[in-house]
T-cell receptor, first 116, second 116 residues
Framework: DTGVSQDPRHKITKRGQNVTFRCDPI?????LYWYRQTLGQGPEFLTY????????KSRLLSDRFSAERPKGSFSTLEIQRTEQGDSAMYLC??????????????FGEGSRLTVL | AQSVTQLDSHVSVSEGTPVLLRCNYS??????LFWYVQHPNKGLQLLLK??????LVKGINGFEAEFKKSETSFHLTKPSAHMSDAAEYFC??????????????FGQGTELSVKP
């Protein structure tokens, strides 16, 4: 068990470019969550999946954001036409059968995005 | 909607002295509450959770928290701080409750500094 891994760990891009982040959850965890954390703030919920189904999306997730989990394993978060306000740490977490079982999410170390 | 408010953005203590990190919650039903810790360049880690069993909850590394419904509080304490406790701490509520497989809603965070 290698934990939740995220790639890349750091991404610097110019405004208007597209970026994609990947998350590999703990194997056998069927729930996967994306959060965004800006400096000095707590993580904000973006979206989550149960297997390949996207069950909930936050209003924070504008139409420039899209998340997928095509085979119920890894997930990608794509941001199109990046804006400076998208600069943040993007966190991925996974859990086994959701919070109902353990009450615990296992977080990756995050992907830090800087938009110039 | 469920929410948590962390009353202090920064707390500084001396090594060996008690730690108190304050959290109030707002919930329209019996809440599931958590404390997570985030060390620099590390993923978020669960410290402890309350899910309507015992009101005094013990967690890892000597931390504990007490659920007080009358005060809508869930403060985190530790009798004696250690240098390794320096980190960001988040009070978290599940929305909807844990037994319905909810997502986590984070507070703003409290940065704990420990002086030698």
């Amino acid at each position: 068990d290698t934990g939740v891994s995220q790639d890349p760990r750091h991404k610097i891009t110019k405004r208007g470019q597209n970026v994609t982040f990947r998350c590999d959850p703990i194997s056998e965890h069927n729930r996967l969550y994306w959060y965004r954390q800006t400096l000095g703030q707590g993580p904000e919920f973006l979206t989550y999946f149960q297997n390949e189904a996207q069950l909930e999306k936050s209003r924070l997730l504008s139409d420039r954001f899209s998340a997928e989990r095509p085979k119920g394993s890894f997930s990608t978060l794509e941001i199109q036409r990046t804006e400076q306000g998208d600069s943040a740490m993007y966190l991925c977490a996974s859990s086994e059968k959701g919070l109902a079982v353990t009450g615990e999410l296992f977080f990756g170390e995050g992907s830090r995005l800087t938009v110039l | 909607a469920q929410s948590v408010t962390q009353l202090d953005s920064h707390v500084s203590v001396s090594e060996g002295t008690p730690v108190l990190l304050r959290c109030n919650y707002s919930s329209s039903y019996s809440p599931s509450l958590f404390w997570y810790v985030q060390h620099p360049n590390k993923g978020l880690q669960l410290l402890l959770k309350y899910t309507s069993a015992a009101t005094l909850v013990k967690g890892i590394n000597g931390f504990e928290a007490e659920f007080k419904k009358s005060e809508t509080s869930f403060h985190l304490t530790k009798p004696s701080a250690h240098m390794s406790d320096a980190a960001e701490y988040f009070c978290v509520v599940s929305d909807p409750p844990e037994n319905q497989g909810g997502k986590l809603i984070f507070g703003q965070g409290t940065e704990l500094s420990v002086k030698p």
